[in-house]
């Protein structure tokens, strides 16, 4: 080993997935420890067996405690840009229904450990993601956010997991463009200092984020923007002129407002809102909606006509036909230049009902492409269905539907072969889906 240059074991530690096997390197070895002070990123995550191992009797003692092993790695490398520590998976699904655990030595957000390691590679750092253990963490508010803020003034991309915030004392980052919180205790007014600390944010993910009554987003240059909320607040505030592509999964929030005129792709997923206002969306392109009460938003879009790519469902949130009122036509009179449309099981079954108690009629609309997943009860009303899209589909060139699985498989090939002989000039694409599988896609076209 200690004959390979130095630009090939660098190449060979660079490669490496852990930044355990590093740690085991530095030790087997001189020339890869000093080489190792080279290596650029650093990724450590404690794994569910040395977690285990660090709680028994008899392996307690042999088990190295995991900050222990990060702060060294930490102190070798001086040319790290880039640092993710964490749990692994397994272990961030732990709850205090698994497990009772007062420690902290897998509290990864602690302030007295982060200044342990942080300074010393804070200068070069472009990307820092701390992964925390849900169990110690989110009864011990950190100020963690404060630290790095002070120190990290080169910072493009944060990512911080599992843990209770404060943004008290926080200081601005003019370079960071990206930032993500993930199941985040967070309150109104630290989402607040956020918003005027990190005014360069381009990429901003809020992810089961609770805590918040009346959460506002201000931010000038922000451009993509994923906001999960976990509880139900009493107003959400979305001021974001430059942005261009949104993701909002909301409960029941008591008033929803949108501002963002350059909005061209738009995934929506509420209960309801009792006060929702979107201002003109003229460049809305694609919209995927999914909710109980589809057509009442869907007044809310008055310039429905721009969209081009539309997704529709009924969510898991729908309890009735009544609460879904959902009907096909009156989604086609609303987006009339739809040429890619989607419609999800919950969206399809509810089509069925309407459409069979009779509806109005509607004009021939541009629609090239359809995806429907379907739930076939009756495979006369589900014929009668999609004989009416063709009808008023003038321009439809693919048709591609997926039947439930559960199904008879002589009621799916009656179907499909009745479908194939109404329409010679569409491309027919059959295949089967089921909940929590992936789509399974049997026939690429007759």
């Known amino acids: 080993m200690d004959e390979l240059p130095p630009h090939l074991i660098h190449e060979i530690l660079s490669r490496l997935n852990s930044s355990l096997d590093l740690a085991r390197c530095q030790l087997a070895s001189k020339t ?76 990864l957000n602690d302030v007295g450990f982060v200044r342990e390691w942080l300074p010393g590679v804070c200068g070069r750092l472009r990307s820092l993601e701390v992964s925390d253990f849900w169990i110690q963490s989110c009864w011990r508010r950190s100020e963690v956010l404060c630290l790095i803020s002070s120190c990290c003034h080169n910072l493009h991309k944060l990512v911080l997991k599992n843990a209770w915030l404060s943004a008290d004392g926080l200081n601005a980052m003019p370079t960071l463009t990206d930032l993500t919180l993930e199941f985040i205790r967070l309150d109104d007014e630290d989402l607040g200092k956020v918003n005027s600390c990190f005014p360069s944010l381009q990429i901003l993910n809020l992810i089961g984020v609770g805590g918040l009554k009346e959460p506002k987003i201000h931010l000038l240059h922000l451009r993509e923007c994923r ?102 036509e009156r989604l086609l009179v609303a987006f009339p230049n739809a040429q890619y449309l989607t ?3 919950g969206s399809w079954l509810e089509a069925g009902t309407c459409f069979h108690t009779g509806g109005s009629e509607v004009s021939v609309v541009r629609t090239k492409e359809i995806t429907a997943h379907l739930f076939v009860k009756d495979v006369e009303i589900t014929l009668s269905l999609i004989f009416f899209v063709l009808e008023r589909c003038a321009k439809l060139t693919d048709m591609a539907l997926l039947i439930h699985r559960a199904v008879e498989s002589s009621v799916a090939s009656d179907l499909m072969s009745r479908c194939t002989a109404r329409s010679a000039r569409v491309r027919w694409r059959w295949g089967f889906w089921k909940e929590g599988m992936k789509d399974a896609w049997v026939s690429d076209g007759i």
């Open 32 to 107: 890869l420890a000093a080489a190792s002070g080279e290596v650029r990123s650093i990724t450590l995550l404690c794994s569910f067996d040395r977690y285990t191992k660090s709680r028994l009797p008899s392996t307690k003692h042999l088990t190295t405690p995991f900050k222990k092993i990060f702060t060294n790695l930490a102190s070798r490398s001086s040319h790290v840009d880039s640092v993710s520590i964490g749990v692994e998976r397994p272990l961030g699904g732990l709850s205090y229904d698994d497990v009772e655990d007062e420690a902290d030595d897998l509290y």
């Open 227 to 328: 906001w999960t909320v976990s509880n139900a607040p009493l107003s959400l505030t979305i001021l974001a002129p430059n942005l261009i592509k949104l993701k909002l999964e909301c409960i029941k929030p008591g008033s929803l407002f949108i501002d963002a005129p350059l909005l061209s792709d738009f995934h929506l997923s509420i209960e309801k809102a009792c006060n929702l206002v979107v201002k003109d969306f003229r460049d809305l392109k694609t919209l995927h909606v999914e909710s109980p009460y589809l057509c009442t938003l869907f007044g809310q879009f008055q310039h429905g006509r721009s969209i081009k790519n539309l997704t529709v469902d009924i969510s898991k949130w729908a309890e009735s036909a009544e609460m879904a009122n959902f009907n096909l």
């Open 343 to 345: 419609l999800g099981p």
